[in-house]
Nanobody, 121 residues
Framework: QVQLVESGGGLVQPGGSLRLSCAAS????????MGWYRQAPGKERDLVAT???????NYADSVKGRFTISRDNAEKTVALQMNSLKPEDTAVYYC???????????????WGQGTQVTVSS
């Protein structure tokens, strides 16, 4: 069984920084893309950033230049460094990974439980 466990959310003032982390564990043969999505109240879940196994990255326009995604393939972790946070960044942030399960030998998407990020003065 595969699990993604997130940490690092919380309350921060506008202009502040937070770092989110996510660790994958369980029956993992390999991990393809990893990333972060977010969902604000009343809105759909949107892409924030993704990172491929080889390190290539993709960001939503709204976070370019402020957020940085990174991963450690050996530790099976992905992180999101968020700087210059704005009130509109307030949302539940979800970790995502495309994981090849070592039991079923198939790749599928897995999601973390979500962590709240609130940007407010």
């Amino acid at each position: 069984q595969v699990q993604l466990v997130e940490s690092g959310g919380g309350l921060v003032q506008p202009g502040g920084s937070l770092r989110l982390s996510c660790a994958a564990s369980g029956s993992i043969l390999g991990i393809n893309d990893m990333g972060w999505y977010r969902q604000a109240p009343g809105k759909e879940r949107d892409l924030v950033a993704t990172i491929a196994f080889g390190g290539s990255t993709n960001y939503a326009d709204s976070v370019k230049g402020r957020f940085t995604i990174s991963r450690d393939n050996a530790e099976k972790t992905v992180a999101l460094q968020m700087n210059s946070l704005k009130p509109e960044d307030t949302a539940v942030y979800y970790c995502y990974a495309d994981i090849v399960d070592s039991i079923i030998f198939r790749a599928r998407d897995y999601w973390g439980q979500g962590t709240q990020v609130t940007v407010s003065s």
